[in-house]
């Protein structure tokens, strides 16, 4: 029998040689053929169509980095890592880095009377307006009365007999701390406007400061269109 059988294997070997093939077949790590048809390979048991062989895991080409190069590589990842979580951080939160309605501390807690002495003559008072959203925003109103000295004498220098005309400034406050501490330096402007010798016709003037959402005494959060909704209120 296994005469028999080696005659078969040689009898095997030899047509595949004649047909140009190798038998037993060796397998290749990657060949993609196709194979001609003869009577033996249909007696080998062998079909016409495309053989394709993948390297198996062992064959697989690897990679190797230098060790000399694993510093750079990792201090590299470190810096765009950074970066990247910054760049997020930014956007999360970039509502509390531009605003910033509580700095210094306490300023949400100041008070109009706290500042009365520094502004005189001009009186203050604190008026609320809604936003068109329904946000409850605060006023800061501020003017000389109308019978204090200094509308008298320039009344009196300008020989009208009356105030001619009413005239709103709109005070626009930053973006950090509140109306309160601005409000001397508000009130040095009306008391300079109304000494103001170049102007022929005297005119009553009256600062609205406006303190946007979040700020002061006002309600809501501060944002970009928040603000502007505040802004288009007060304009109303």
């Known amino acids: 029998m296994h005469l028999i059988r080696n005659l078969k294997i040689r ?18 790590s990657y060949i993609a053929c196709r194979l001609p048809a003869c009577s033996s390979m249909r007696r080998l048991g062998l079909q016409q169509r495309h053989l394709t062989y993948h390297p198996s895991r062992h064959q697989l080409r690897r990679f190797y980095l230098p060790t000399i190069l694993y510093p750079p590589l990792v201090f ?8 990247a979580y910054k760049c997020l ?23 109009i009377a706290s500042y009365e002495v520094l502004c005189r003559p001009v009186v203050w008072r604190e ?9 409850e925003v605060a006023l800061a109103v ?24 009413e ?17 001397p330096g508000l009130s040095q402007v009306l008391k300079s406007l109304a000494t103001d010798s170049r102007t022929a016709n005297p005119a ?12 002061w005494t006002s309600r809501g959060r501060p944002s970009e269109h928040g603000v502007n909704l505040d802004a288009a209120a007060v304009l109303a």
């Open 167 to 183: 005239v709103v400034i709109l005070y626009f406050q930053g973006n950090g701390s509140s109306l309160p501490p601005r409000l």
């Open 76 to 83: 590299t990842g470190l810096v765009l890592a950074l970066w």
């Open 204 to 215: 009553f003037y009256t600062i609205a400061a406006l303190s946007y959402r979040g700020f």
């Open 11 to 28: 009898n095997h070997t030899r047509e595949a040689k004649s047909c140009g093939l190798q038998y037993p077949p060796r397998t290749p």
């Open 89 to 111: 951080m930014m956007i999360i939160f970039q509502n509390k880095i531009i605003y910033m309605p509580s700095m210094p501390p306490y300023s949400r807690s100041e008070r």
């Open 142 to 165: 501020g003017s000389i009365p109308r019978s204090h000295d200094i509308l008298k004498d320039k009344i009196a220098q300008s020989g009208a007999g009356k105030i001619g005309r």
């Open 127 to 135: 008026e609320r307006i809604k936003s068109a959203d329904g946000v």
